[in-house]
């Protein structure tokens, strides 16, 4: 879409063109008024919540090292998972830190060990595995393999020699490809030991 000044009295469509105002139907008007409300404040709720993140990842920071200096310790990086709980025990905060994992060229080594398995393995048996490695290899919409799913053949008991040296080439291949931290809240259940989050996901409220 054209993104350049536009003139007075005039509105620009979807396919950018300019449309005088005074054309424009009163509800298209309307929706318009009401998209454009909802996304500001959208903005500003992003805005806020990632004030909000950073805020809070830099103040549990700064109390680790300062719990740390009470014992002469030295915290180094930020990779460590930290529960704080409030006193009453009511309220906790977690900041954890996941790691996004990724396979390099030999899982397409381990693909190949594991399709000369299944083709050695006589016809009609272990149909299961057939399916459950076409399963793990499928792609999503963006093409990206999921990690659970292909590190889940490793965890099965299968001794065959072929299908060793193909888990192993999986486990090699795996790459740390980046890590993200999260902060999450939870409030206690009354006076159980159950935990409710407290959900920021708007999507999710």
């Not at 693909?111 to 299961?128: A, F, M, P, V, Y």
Request: proline share 1%; net charge neutral; glycine share 6%.
């Amino acid at each position: 879409m054209n993104t350049h000044t536009i003139p007075d009295g005039f509105l620009q469509n979807a396919q950018g063109h300019l449309v005088p105002r005074n054309l424009v139907s009163d509800i298209d008007m309307a929706r318009d008024d009401l998209v454009r409300d909802i996304i500001r404040n959208a903005r500003a709720l992003q805005d806020a919540m990632i004030l909000f993140k950073t805020r809070t990842m830099d103040d549990i920071a700064a109390f680790i090292e300062l719990s740390a200096e009470k014992y002469g310790a030295r915290i180094g990086g930020d990779k460590g998972n930290v529960t704080l709980t409030s006193f009453d025990g009511r309220y906790k905060v977690v900041r954890a830190n996941a790691e996004y994992l990724t396979f390099d060229e030999r899982l397409v080594v381990a693909k190949s060990l594991i399709d000369q398995c299944i083709h050695r393995w006589t016809e009609g048996s272990r149909i299961e595995i057939r399916a459950l490695v076409e399963h793990a290899f499928q792609t999503d919409k963006t093409g990206k393999i999921s990690t659970g799913r292909v590190l889940g053949l490793t965890r099965l008991a299968i001794s065959d020699e072929q299908w060793q040296q193909a888990m192993q080439a999986i486990r090699d291949s795996v790459q740390v490809a980046g890590s993200k931290s999260y902060v999450r809240l939870y409030e206690r259940i009354g006076g159980s030991d159950q935990w409710q989050q407290i959900v920021l996901d708007i999507a999710t409220l």
